[in-house]
């Protein structure tokens, strides 16, 4: 693992790698920091599976969103610091105990040199199981090359397409073009494994700014294809600093939420899922059928 620390688009360059040294702008230090992790039955179909999703919730994240529901741990850290034998044990226990689909790796990216290294390990004894990594998108194509072999399917978010919004609410400088050239370059390496597909993009609709959901859309439909699995998220829900920062104090409407799914259907993507609009209507509907499934919230 090398110094300074540049996994992230912000690139803040930490000197984090090494005992002594100081965390990031994330707040990651020289050791994997786990929230919480076992099988998850809300992702997306593919996803979850018939055993669930093996989702392994990390501490940290590179972006600090205002309305972000897991503050404590993405904001302020809670959770456990964990030695890469530790993490390897967390990884084999939902493997080999829990028999989940996959390894869904939340918010990972400040932790990549310790997944790797405990897949490794794991790889050595035969438990191997393909990886998703799950993440608000906010990434560097250089570091998705470079761990590639931790991104069997890509769960990215399209969160902004405006610059401006992406740093008033989620202080992430240039997310517009990181997260686009993230898609891209998952789209265009193909693959996927299994039922696996290699990208599903997941669009959470944000009060007062679903024009940009749509232009995300448009974007998604123009320059990489309609045929990538989406996801239409109705699920907002203010918390945390959203609760005194309008637009975002508040739920997005009906009228919000239809222009985004209506924007979907339009631009002919097929391939992907719809949440029901009512919170207390969790469900994914296949886009342009009225088939369901269970989904719950991921973040
Ligand atoms: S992952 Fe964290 S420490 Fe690394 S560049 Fe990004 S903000 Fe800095």
Redesign the pocket.
């Given at each position: 693992m090398a110094d300074p620390?540049?996994?992230?688009p912000?690139?803040?360059?930490?000197d984090?790698f090494r005992d002594g040294g100081a965390?990031?702008?994330?707040g990651?230090g020289n050791l994997p920091r786990l929230f919480r992790w076992g099988p998850h039955f809300g992702e997306e179909p593919p996803i979850t599976g018939e055993r669930g999703s093996g989702c392994i919730f990390f501490s940290?994240c590179?972006m600090k969103c205002l309305y972000c529901q897991n503050s404590p741990w993405s904001w302020r850290g809670a959770g456990e610091d964990k030695s890469v034998t530790e993490l390897a044990d967390v990884m084999r226990q939902l493997a080999v105990a829990d028999r989940v689909e996959n390894w869904n790796l939340v918010s990972p990216?400040?932790y990549l040199p310790f997944v790797r290294e405990a897949a490794h390990m794991l790889a050595k004894e035969g438990v191997r199981l393909p990886f998703v990594w799950n993440s608000s998108g906010y990434e560097r194509v250089e570091t998705l090359e470079e761990y590639a072999g931790l991104c069997d399917c890509a769960l990215f978010d399209l969160r902004y397409s405006s610059d401006e919004t992406a740093v008033a609410a989620s202080q992430a400088p240039g997310y517009a073009a990181s997260a686009r050239a993230a898609v891209k370059w998952a789209w265009g390496r193909g693959g996927g494994t299994g039922a696996l597909p290699p990208l599903v993009v997941r669009i959470l609709v944000l009060p007062g700014h679903a024009d940009e959901a749509i232009e995300n859309l448009a974007w998604l439909a123009t320059e990489v294809s309609s045929e990538v699995p989406v996801s239409v998220m109705a699920q907002y829900t203010p918390a945390y600093k959203a609760l005194e920062t309008p637009p975002f104090d508040r739920p997005v409407t009906e009228e919000e939420y239809g222009s985004v799914t209506e924007a979907a259907a339009d631009f002919g993507f097929g391939n992907g899922w719809v949440q029901g609009f009512e919170a207390s209507d969790p469900k994914l509907a296949l886009l342009g059928e009225n088939m369901g499934a269970d989904h719950g919230t991921v973040r």
């Amino acid at each position: 693992m090398a110094d300074p620390c540049e996994l992230c688009p912000r690139r803040c360059g930490a000197d984090r790698f090494r005992d002594g040294g100081a965390p990031g702008w994330c707040g990651a230090g020289n050791l994997p920091r786990l929230f919480r992790w076992g099988p998850h039955f809300g992702e997306e179909p593919p996803i979850t599976g018939e055993r669930g999703s093996g989702c392994i919730f990390f501490s940290r994240c590179t972006m600090k969103c205002l309305y972000c529901q897991n503050s404590p741990w993405s904001w302020r850290g809670a959770g456990e610091d964990k030695s890469v034998t530790e993490l390897a044990d967390v990884m084999r226990q939902l493997a080999v105990a829990d028999r989940v689909e996959n390894w869904n790796l939340v918010s990972p990216t400040p932790y990549l040199p310790f997944v790797r290294e405990a897949a490794h390990m794991l790889a050595k004894e035969g438990v191997r199981l393909p990886f998703v990594w799950n993440s608000s998108g906010y990434e560097r194509v250089e570091t998705l090359e470079e761990y590639a072999g931790l991104c069997d399917c890509a769960l990215f978010d399209l969160r902004y397409s405006s610059d401006e919004t992406a740093v008033a609410a989620s202080q992430a400088p240039g997310y517009a073009a990181s997260a686009r050239a993230a898609v891209k370059w998952a789209w265009g390496r193909g693959g996927g494994t299994g039922a696996l597909p290699p990208l599903v993009v997941r669009i959470l609709v944000l009060p007062g700014h679903a024009d940009e959901a749509i232009e995300n859309l448009a974007w998604l439909a123009t320059e990489v294809s309609s045929e990538v699995p989406v996801s239409v998220m109705a699920q907002y829900t203010p918390a945390y600093k959203a609760l005194e920062t309008p637009p975002f104090d508040r739920p997005v409407t009906e009228e919000e939420y239809g222009s985004v799914t209506e924007a979907a259907a339009d631009f002919g993507f097929g391939n992907g899922w719809v949440q029901g609009f009512e919170a207390s209507d969790p469900k994914l509907a296949l886009l342009g059928e009225n088939m369901g499934a269970d989904h719950g919230t991921v973040r």
